[in-house]
């Protein structure tokens, strides 16, 4: 089973490469999608679940939202596409939710990358 947590920020970046408007400096509304996989727990205080959803907003809040939220992404990561960020929300966030499955990272109402475990090999 999987459970999915939704997550906002906004931030400004430009693509330094891109051969149009978005080599300029602009702004996007993220919508990040935070998903785990794994068994139901059957003790502790996470019985019946696969974990808290208040563990996994803490978490992305910590690393990943206080980090990026009204920044410029240019200052964080180098050529800042939707795959270039959710590679990097990825390595930060997995050591924390060892359980972490898949990232969707919506850059627009229509456009959005998806980076599941399996598409990172071995
Ligand atoms: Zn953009």
Redesign the pocket.
């Known amino acids: 089973m999987q459970i999915r947590k939704l997550f906002h920020f906004e931030a400004a ?1 430009l ?1 330094p490469f891109h051969p149009g408007k ?1 080599a300029s400096m ?1 702004g ?1 509304s993220y919508r990040l999608e935070v998903a785990l996989r794994g068994p139901i727990q059957s003790e502790g205080p996470t019985r019946g679940m696969i974990e808290d959803f208040d563990t996994i907003a803490s978490v992305v809040r910590a690393g990943i939202i206080d980090a990026l939220d009204h920044q410029t992404l240019n200052d964080l990561i180098e050529n800042p596409t939707a795959e270039r960020i959710i590679l990097w929300i990825w390595r930060r966030l997995e050591p924390d939710l060892p359980s972490l499955d898949e990232l969707v990272l919506w ?1 627009t109402a229509t456009s959005c990358a998806r980076l599941r475990r399996e598409d990172l090999g071995p």
């Open positions: 970046h693509l978005c602009h996007h850059e």
